[in-house]
């Protein structure tokens, strides 16, 4: 648990690293991993606290300007819903194949998510029509598009984030398999890599310290989706989060 745990903040570490690039911000890689851990840390303490943290010290070490962190941090959401959406719909399709049978409900939710997030990437039409709203949310909205054309203009940046993200996933399906090792029974890694993608995208809902609540939930609720026991699940994800 312990070492996937690391795996997960040096992952985090080096996507920090690769959306600095994109705007031009050099940061060493001790520099990267001490903020994500510090991130994972404060995060347990207060809700956000972390990122409020890592934008304070990028701000004050490195010139990074608190609303270029702000709308970088939200392309960084959406690359992770995007690939969450492709991820989840490939996995549940290769589940059909080898199994014969998938959760439709499950596969809708990846569906619609990819859809949303590609409609809101190339609609050029909506973007303009929001850029010019008055409203403070559909303003935020139009940033986070203008900082995805940023980090889009460097196609290499774009897939090794994709890929870091997709390698989070599996670094905390792993987290999730052991888990159910230790506790229950195993688990197969394809159902341990849906319910990851669920945890990880929960960490983006900041009601609580972490998503304290929130993330056993997600995670329960989609192992309840795939026929498991969700109480199981609920449990294994508390371990860990108590472990990281």
Not at 140 to 165: A, P
């Amino acid at each position: 648990f312990i070492v996937l745990q690391f795996i997960t903040v040096a992952i985090n570490a080096v996507m920090l690293l690769a959306v600095l690039h994109a705007y031009g911000v050099r940061v060493s890689f001790q520099d990267g991993l001490a903020y994500s851990a510090l991130n994972t840390f404060l995060n347990y303490i207060s809700i956000k606290g972390g990122v409020v943290a890592k934008g304070y010290f990028l701000k004050k070490i490195h010139r990074f300007s608190y609303t270029d962190f702000a709308v970088s941090m939200g392309a960084m959401i959406l690359m992770h819903f995007m690939v969450a959406g492709i991820t989840g719909a490939g996995i549940l399709i290769l589940i059909y194949i080898m199994r014969g049978n998938a959760n439709i409900n499950l596969f809708l939710v990846f569906g619609v998510i990819t859809a949303v997030v590609f409609s809101f990437i190339k609609l050029s039409a909506l973007h303009s029509r929001v850029g010019r709203s008055e409203n403070y949310f559909l303003k935020k909205l139009y940033e986070i598009w203008n900082s995805w054309k940023i980090l889009s203009k460097n196609r290499t940046v774009v897939y090794g984030l994709s890929f870091l993200i997709f390698l989070n996933f599996v670094v905390y399906a792993f987290r999730l398999k052991y888990g159910f090792h230790i506790f229950y029974e195993d688990v197969s890694f394809l159902n341990c890599m849906l319910i990851s993608i669920l945890g990880v995208l929960s960490t983006f809902v900041a009601l609580t310290p972490a998503s304290l609540g929130i993330r056993e939930f997600a995670v329960g609720a989609g192992y309840r989706l795939i026929e498991g026991d969700m109480l199981q699940a609920v449990v294994v994800t508390g371990l860990d989060r108590a472990v990281s």
